[in-house]
């Protein structure tokens, strides 16, 4: 069975860190892009950051560039989102998800409150 297991989330006040874990099971990320969207309340879904599956590159959105650092341990089939400087408006659900043509899995999301 292909899984997504996001963990790591919590209450933190701002300017906090926190780090999220997605562990897969059921399949391997090595030729999948990665990556986590997160969802605030009464916001639509949005990308926060992934991985390139063909170079490893990796990408962020302009809100969380500087302070969060997206990283996947091949050996450990898990993915990472290292969240630094925490601030009000992180407060979201974040899920996981791993990507290629014709599959799309995601994770069942773990809540981050940042309070200020």
């Known amino acids: 069975e292909v899984q997504l297991q996001a963990s790591g989330g919590g209450l933190v006040q701002a300017g906090g860190s926190l780090r999220l874990s997605c562990a897969a099971s059921?399949?391997?990320?090595?030729?999948?892009?990665i990556g986590w969207f997160r969802q605030a309340p009464g916001k639509e879904r949005e990308g926060v950051s992934c991985i390139s599956s063909s170079d490893g590159v990796t990408y962020y959105a302009d809100s969380v560039k500087g302070r969060f650092t997206i990283a996947r341990d091949i050996a450990k089939n898990t993915m990472y989102l290292r969240m630094n400087s925490l601030e009000s408006e992180d407060t979201a659900v974040y899920y996981c998800?791993?990507?290629?043509?014709?599959?799309?899995?995601w994770g069942q999301g773990t809540l981050v409150t940042v309070s200020s």
């Open positions: 059921g399949f391997t990320f090595d030729d999948y892009a």
């Open positions: 998800n791993a990507y290629r043509s014709g599959e799309d899995y």
